[in-house]
């Protein structure tokens, strides 16, 4: 008898049908013969209501309350989907974060679970349970209830999978990892399998299919990864460890972010310490910086351009004059239309020209890059948003066809 976790994301429990066909999932796989536990995130569409009515109330919602807020369409989720199962003749419970004690830190709307105690499932399951558990939440040391970020329940799937020594299955709107998002390359091809650095990389530059921190712990527990749709029975994409067939593909997936800014502060003094006042005041923030780029000092001064999630602009742009205020520095740029477009494959290490090639394909579309970024296994460049479509696609022909 296996012990699976199933997600299930807001499109596949979009509605009543749909989470009646959740249901039938779930009591399948356990009359298989497995143990299920179950996370589900609120119904589509939900949360987004739910943050516009936080914004509308006010500028600048309170962590504590934003989150206390957001966290409500999972509970009407899984109250559902307990009862659409016993409704089947199936029994299960549903569980919130909390009641799980799913622990985190207090970095509200970004928290980062610390511990799961898993005993309250253990106890259900022996009793042939079906245990659903509310995805995107946990709670901190001081009884707050903390949200995951978006993608949560993801990372909450995983976690439980890890904590439970489970499989993993994340059940979303489309049938597996494509070699880029059908939307823009109508030809883009299904992955069977991709390693977890591969997928590491394509979560953390824009693609949609899995939350970067769900991958992150995937790969940490060596937690075995489905990504499968609720919609129909096929087959989907297993993350899983690399191996040598992996490496014969130069680039695995072409990936572009939308949702990225950049902020330059021009003219900072060119001696130790300057860079780092800048980003342990945006790290206090708890804001990712991505991209750095620091050009050649001229007359003892620098430029220093960084990218960040567009979403955190706002304060990363007030942190950013602050600081540069304080240590003397010119003026602070910014810019939101911007994208991110990447190439990623496991093959990169032992190919040479890849660079090439792509700044040939990108230029021959007469797309300018303003930044560049690189690891073993993945080349970025930032381009203009209106563009970002277009060098995808160009990309997917000239390394995918």
Partial sequence: MALIVQKYGGTSVGDVDRIRN????????????????VVVSAMSGETNRLVDLANKISKDPDGREYDQLVSTGEQVT???????????GGQARSFLGHQVRITTDSAFSKARIKSIDASVIHDDLAKNHVVVVAGFQGIDPEGNITTLGRGGSDTTAVALAAALKADCEIYTDVDGVYTADPRVVPNAKKLDKISYEEMLELASLGAKVLQIRSVEMAMKYKVPLWVKTSFEEVEGTV??????DMEKIVVSGVSADKNEAKIAVRRLADRPGIASQLFESLAGANINVDMIIQN?????FTDLTFTIPKTDLKNALRLAESVGKEIGAGKVESADNIAKVSIVGVGMRSHSGVAAKMFTTLAQEKINIQM??????????????????AAVKALHKAFIG
């Fill in 22 to 37: 959740v249901a039938k999932r779930v009591l399948k796989t356990q009359a298989a013969g497995h143990q299920v536990v």
């Fill in 296 to 300: 050649v000092s001229e007359d003892g």
């Fill in 78 to 88: 899984i109250a559902l989907l307990a009862l659409a199962i016993r409704d089947l």
């Fill in 372 to 389: 560049i970024s690189t690891s073993e296994i993945k080349i970025s460049v930032v381009v203009d948003d209106k563009q970002a479509d």
């Fill in 239 to 244: 993350v899983t460890t690399e191996d040598k």
